[in-house]
């Protein structure tokens, strides 16, 4: 809690998120063919089974807070933070509230809309915060249901700070936290799991110490699953805290609020709003180097690491969670250092899993949005249900139209300037063009010395296995074949494989062979000369913006192009090439030539209409090579194509 | 090829409805996931498109006819050649219809029961033939929908031969064939494929060849599909019929029947029957040795061999229908010497595929069934539908009860002269046993010089890949591991293979060893103690017969041993170990001890105490290696668990 808003109320809260798994899938098995829907059994439990689970096997854990941000840039960049963060394995993230910001709104930055971002496109468990003084019961009820519909499990039940001075408590109003514990369990029964705060020197407000441990007995027994403590100076503060409540008679989870110190002013600000006391000798240590950010950080590092380690060791204490103030370096570090960021955390599937509750039986999608994966779930997210991991009518899986907000989420990543340094201030021509793309697969500086690191088509930096493909990539670009997505053949490799392995342990996982990019007219009329000499073994859809479209693919059937076989399971099959869903990611793949690129120039200006020109003429093209077994052909392809050429 | 697809008009295709015969045909797609439903396209197309498919594709075919028997032994002889020439490839099978022998009746030797055993026990496509003359329009209806409910999909419809010589044409009432064929497209629209029967030189009771035209023209255009042809002698008797329809507007496939001749009496027998008359050629030869059965067959062979080759030379036929006399020597010869007779014709399913339309979308099967597909078949017949490839329910999948059909099928193949003989007039304890089961695998004879050709599990002969493990299966069942069903590892074969091979071409297939048998509790016992050292890597299910049940599978979850990778499908898995089904296949299995073991000797005889000692004692166990890429690990676990004992 280290935003303005816990100070009066709460601490904050407490989350977790494994790394992008959770939200629930049990049932999955019955409407499952060839998928183990259940391949983390974490994903179907609650967030208080996690915590137990995780407690009996004695894995500890971690989670982080942060608050909504103010503007819709720094709403981005926070978005990039959940998903860097997230890769370390949070249990859970939570998600501040501050009523003055109009925080169940649907502007992006309203701690709603962040908490839904965090849930399904980073996939991880979040809390969302909620205060309930100066509320009507009718607001109240209007932001659960909100919530619940947008896939939020997990409230943090707060007061909130009065509105002015001169508060008084109303009758049947919503006056403690524990009115919002139990108006959540009246209107919602069992639906959410309820976080509530403790405060380890007792509430600023309270008449005692005591009297605060009674209140938080209270909230507890109005139907709280556990506890966030406010942050703390001394372990000891902690421990005693701990042994109190258990004595009153509090035996939910109670988890430490750590709060890394990282900055003078921040730690002022902080204490100001939490009233609490900087102990003398951390008074010491800080002012004399308070101009020195970073000797503060590394000393707040230091100091948040040495009180962990004595809460991990007290064996009282088996989650940690900690006030990152929306910054990551500090957290980072001290989690490292404790071991408990996962630097490989195992992903269930190839491919971010998102963490709404109705989207726990997804086991399948198609390869096209591999790096766009926020772009498919945004598409697809009035899919009321899964019942083939996907969707219910292959034949018409009603892909949402491209909206504002996802292309604002696009654009806003690097401002216009970047870009243009990135993809030419003026095109002089399609070879403009082709050297931009071969410029991003190699990582070379271009022709004026900026790294190209991010293109229309990719959400993510360039995937780790696409380096296995880079000296073949960075050739067929460079002569107009402009690659957007491609994999390589993987014929049984260890599940636990640092770069193509996913799912449980003890499996294997194999792949065809995929590439897909876009050509000229030219190259497809030669191309499809030469697939006729590889008719059996490799599949190809071909389409322009047109929709004109030329395949070999058994009407209308998937291609499975990258599946997994485990232990006691049935076969696991995340990503096929669709031949139906490939004429919608046809649409969104031409689109943004023009929306992210086309438009960063003039209009009628020569490089608007060599983008304009591209989208036009060029053809959009997929590659499977059935073979997996064997060496990857797709390259002899395209080399039999500029052969045929010359 | 290039088609024109507008993305929004996902219309998904081609649908081939067979009227009715499934409705939701086309979709099967959509409720499948790993699994390419439409693994033959064949399967669900109408017999008509079938022929016109195999007509366009340059592809000649053959059909073969049987008629009903008149024992529930020689029915169950006839099924076994149905596998048997099944085998070849038909393109359909037809059953006759005999008034006099209740052929609509629930008996095993009724018209309707054999095509029913035909269709669902055998997958073939099958015509059912049905007469019309002297019955009631209900009772023709109740006929046809018996037919429809048991899956049947195709009538041959036959005016019969009128009850006694004064017979009369009935006002309204069925006089001729063309009625039949009305009353089915009135009463039952499209949905059956019809066909009609046409006679080379006229029928009979005709008043003129050109008059008996006349009517067979009224039956195709009241709604017949094709037409097959009465025998004929002679070549160019079939090819002027065949012009003379063509000459009066019939277009529908004319297809010739084929007699090849077996036998001087059954051509008497025949000839009167039909009021034919045999060529003069041919009585010349016949006469001189019609007491010699394998000379008139031979002749037979060459003649129909001789005429088959002219027909299909004149490029006006496409396919060949054969009147078996139900037996398999004589017509087997001449499709052989056509090249008509798949030899090894391509597994769509590493299991024999039901032909009944409401299981064409069935691709997935417990393992445990694998030598008893039939009894599969017999108890799953209820399900309605089968959403997943299977069943809806997995934790319900409503087995039929084992019932006197199956069990009759089975007991009735062998007498029981026979199984003791194999099985042993007396046993002298558990090592007798043990040595029926070893001598089973290892084709020699027992001690009293018998061959044991069957075991009560095993509707079949030892498959051919169980070859690969004969050695090993032998040592571990002379020491009381006593297997019944088992299949080595494979890992990425071609799905072209001769023996583990299946599916389309171009594929690869992969499985899991497995390894399922009878061990004392002694051996169970330190089985379980070896196991602990492959926890990781075997998953097993060990139960005795009161349900006692020992596994390390993850709760209800299948695990996928048989797969398949294809060109653009996706991926099939069409066996697993389902710990729900396995439950009711241990019902199965342990009575079969009982029901065809334990029963063959006297109550209270120490043979029969032996057996039911081994029922009541021992536990049926099944085992599967994971790791299907490393050397199988079933045998090492056998051995040392052998050793433990030691």
Not at 223 to 234: M, N, S, V, Y
Not at 363 to 376: E, G, N
Not at 469 to 483: A, F, H, P, S
Request: hydrophobic residues 35%.
């Amino acid at each position: 809690m280290v935003n303005e808003t816990q100070q009066s109320c709460s601490a904050s809260s407490s989350s977790r998120s494994d790394g992008g798994s959770s939200s629930g899938s049990e049932s999955s098995k019955d409407n499952s063919r060839c998928s183990t829907p259940v391949l983390d059994a974490d994903r179907h439990e609650r967030l208080r089974e996690k915590m137990r689970r995780r407690q009996e096997a004695g894995d500890k854990w971690f989670s982080l807070e942060f608050f909504p941000p103010r503007t819709a840039n720094a709403a981005v960049n926070l978005i990039s933070r959940f998903d860097r963060m997230g890769a370390g394995g949070p249990l859970f993230i939570d998600v501040t509230w501050h009523p003055a910001g109009d925080p169940g709104s649907d502007k992006e930055t309203s701690s709603m809309i962040i908490a839904n971002t965090a849930v399904n496109y980073c996939g991880l468990e979040t809390i969302l915060h909620m205060t309930c003084c100066n509320q009507t019961k009718d607001d109240i009820t209007g932001h659960l249901q909100k919530a619940k519909r947008l896939g939020l499990k997990n409230i943090m039940a707060l007061r909130g700070d009065p509105a002015g001075e001169e508060w008084e408590e109303e009758v049947d109003g919503f006056n403690h936290a524990v009115d919002l514990v139990k108006h959540i369990r009246s209107e919602f029964d069992d639906y959410f799991d309820i976080c509530v705060a403790g405060y380890p020197k007792g509430h600023p407000e309270a008449e005692s110490y005591e009297a605060d441990l009674k209140h938080l007995k209270e909230k507890v027994f109005a139907g709280a699953d556990f506890i966030i403590t406010q942050l703390f100076f001394r372990p000891e503060t902690f421990l005693k805290f701990m042994k109190d409540c258990q004595a009153i008679g509090i035996t939910c989870p109670i988890i430490p609020g750590i709060f890394p110190i990282q900055g003078y002013h921040s730690l002022r600000q902080l204490v100001k709003l939490s009233k609490l006391e900087v102990p003398q000798e951390i008074k010491d240590v800080i002012e004399p180097i308070k101009d020195n950010d970073a000797a503060i950080r590394n000393y707040g590092v230091e100091l948040a690491v040495s009180m962990c380690r004595e809460l991990l060791d007290s064996g009282m204490v088996h989650g940690l969670h900690f006030y990152t103030l929306n910054r990551e370096v500090a957290t980072t570090e001290v989690l490292k250092r404790l071991g408990l960021w996962k630097e490989d955390p195992r992903r269930p599937l190839p491919w971010a899993v998102s963490a709404h509750p109705k989207r726990r039986v997804e086991d399948v999608r198609p390869i096209f949005w591999a790096s766009r994966p926020k772009s498919y779930i945004y598409r697809t997210q009035e899919w009321d249900d899964f019942p083939n991991g996907r969707w219910g009518n292959s034949s018409s899986p009603a892909f949402g139209e491209l909206k504002d907000y996802y292309l604002f989420y696009l654009k806003s990543k690097s401002p216009r300037e970047e870009l243009l340094k990135m993809w030419g201030e003026e095109l002089t021509g399609e070879e403009s063009v082709f050297e931009v793309f071969t410029c991003y697969i190699t990582g070379e500086p271009n022709r004026n010395g900026h790294r190209v690191t991010c293109m229309p088509w990719n959400d993510d930096p360039l995937a780790t296995e696409t380096n296995l493909l880079k000296d073949q990539l960075e050739k067929v670009n460079r002569r107009g074949i402009l690659t957007i997505n491609s994999q390589p053949n993987i014929n049984g490799k260890p599940s636990t494989d640092p770069i193509v392995g996913w799912g449980p342990s003890g499996g294997y996982v194999f792949q065809k062979a995929y590439l897909e990019f876009f050509a000229s007219s030219e190259i497809v009329t030669a191309l499809l000369k030469v697939l006729k000499k590889y008719e059996l073994r490799v599949n190809y859809h071909i389409v322009n913006v047109k929709g004109q479209n030329i395949t070999n693919a058994p009407d209308l059937q998937p291609n499975a192009v990258t599946w997994g076989i485990f232990p006691g399971r049935e076969i696991i099959q995340p990503t096929v090439v669709d031949p139906v869903s490939f004429l919608y990611w046809k649409d969104e793949a031409f689109a943004l030539w023009i929306e992210q690129w086309a438009k960063l120039y003039e209009e009628e200006s020569p490089s608007r209409m060599i983008i304009q020109y591209i989208h036009d003429n060029y053809y959009l093209v997929n590659l499977v090579d059935n073979d997996f077994p064997l060496e990857n052909c797709l390259w002899q392809v395209v080399d039999d194509t500029f052969e045929l050429l010359n």
